[in-house]
């Protein structure tokens, strides 16, 4: 049987104006501009193409929660999103500490046919923090990492003796680094803002403390560490610090730390109740000079999918979270590239390559061999956020009604079309 090659043409390298022609079989890159003949051809339409993006931390709230999300709608709107592989979190339920769990999610999201899941799985049993689950059998099953997400690790031994394990096993551990003691009932940054509207605030601490803390444990182990959705200037520098001490620890920075802050919530709503919160302007400042001078290695959104009727609750009882796995590159292009702050090159190396070098993967690339894992981004052409055109089961996003530039018009996962637009 005759191989079926794919021919994408009339598509613009990053950094080019010439228009090529991208050719793929077998779920490979096949090459630039070839003479052969393609059984399909698509029309990029002068689109810029690029690796899909990659995505180390969103929550698909599959098993238990599909009310909120599933894996259909989560990886439909991821390939959407313009990514070719999600890191799902395991705060589900049950949680993602068995590797029959493991192993029927990959097994699903194959079938489905949209991004590619690696699934996280939970550090400790029941990610209660208290005693390691089966890593061994975990990573066997196809887990790509360990985090005890949505919750914090408050032993700092148990998280210690789980570094150790996973360093082991050649994978690993992620955190969400809060001191819950010092977060208490926290539900936005603690700050002038939280005073005024009279709201129990999370001081920067929580986050600082607590990640002062776990770099010394990556520093004792020599364990990789990686730190999720960095808040604060302060934890910020503390990884900075940590890094020129030889910590192997990594961290990421979502867009709506980068893109909103506190001030947000003066309206009271709980659209905006993040965890960890929206921090200042200065922190949002910091985090961003972090991207451009690397000690932030990758952006992550914390796609955080909840029903309408949980989020329109009250700032105390509404949950924490919102989705962005749709519009974090166009945002990010738009507030970011298109102002001159940062170059397109430098902002895809922090979606695609960064993601991979903190996991240990192959770096992903358009050179003949690779895997076509390919997005195609219309930079020139502006849309609205539309909430209600979302593939998410999330229908809500505090960027409703934004202009943006730079939105995935084709996403290629091992060469088959997960996403059109």
Request: proline residues 5%; aromatic residues 4%; charged residues 25%.
């Amino acid at each position: 049987m005759e191989n079926m090659m794919l021919e994408i043409k009339n598509i613009k390298r990053v950094g080019s104006d010439t228009l090529e022609s991208l050719f793929i079989e077998d779920g490979k890159i096949r090459g630039w501009n070839l003479s052969e003949s393609a059984s399909e051809t698509i029309d990029g339409k002068g689109a810029t193409v690029a690796p899909a993006l990659i995505e180390l931390h969103a929550h698909l709230r599959e098993p238990g929660q599909e009310q909120k999300e599933d894996l259909a709608s989560g990886l439909a709107a991821a390939a959407a999103g313009g990514y070719g592989t999600v890191v799902s979190m395991p705060n589900t339920s049950p949680v993602v500490d068995d590797p029959g769990i493991v192993t029927s999610l990959i097994q699903k999201a194959d079938r489905l046919g949209f991004a590619r899941l690696k699934p996280a799985a939970a550090l400790t049993r029941g990610q209660k923090g208290e005693t390691l689950a089966d890593l061994a059998a975990l990573k066997d099953a196809g887990a790509a990492m360990f985090t005890d997400d949505g919750r914090t690790n408050e032993n700092a031994n148990v998280l210690r003796r789980g570094m150790e394990y996973a360093s082991g096993l050649g994978l690993l551990v992620s955190v969400h680094a809060e001191d819950a003691t010092l977060r208490q009932d926290g539900v936005m940054n603690e700050g002038v803002v939280s005073q005024e509207l009279g709201l129990p605030g999370n001081p920067a601490a929580a986050e600082a403390a607590r990640v002062a803390r776990d770099v010394e444990i990556a520093l004792l182990t020599g364990a990789r560490l990686h730190i999720q959705h960095l808040s604060t200037a302060r934890a910020l520098e503390i990884v900075r610090q940590g890094k020129k001490a030889g910590a192997p620890v990594t961290c990421e920075v979502c867009p709506h730390h980068l893109t909103l802050t506190d001030e947000a919530l003066r309206g009271f709503d709980a659209m905006y109740k993040v965890a960890p919160p929206l921090r200042t302007q200065q922190d949002a400042e910091a985090l961003f000079e972090g991207l451009l001078d690397g000690t932030v290695d990758c952006l992550a959104t914390d796609h955080a999918p909840h029903t309408q009727a949980e989020k329109e609750k009250d700032m105390l009882e509404a949950p924490f979270g919102i989705p962005s796995i749709e519009v974090a590159f166009p945002l990010m292009y738009t507030r970011f590239v298109k102002t001159g702050k940062i170059s397109l090159e430098k902002l895809l190396d922090l979606f695609t390559a960064g993601c991979a070098r903190v996991m240990n993967w192959e770096v992903p690339s358009l050179e003949e061999g690779a895997v076509a894992d390919v997005v195609l981004l219309d930079l020139e052409n502006s849309k609205a956020v539309d909430p209600k055109s979302f593939k998410s089961k999330a229908r809500f996003s505090p960027w409703a009604g934004d202009e943006l530039y730079g939105w995935p018009v084709l996403t290629l996962v091992n060469g088959r079309v997960a996403f059109q637009g």
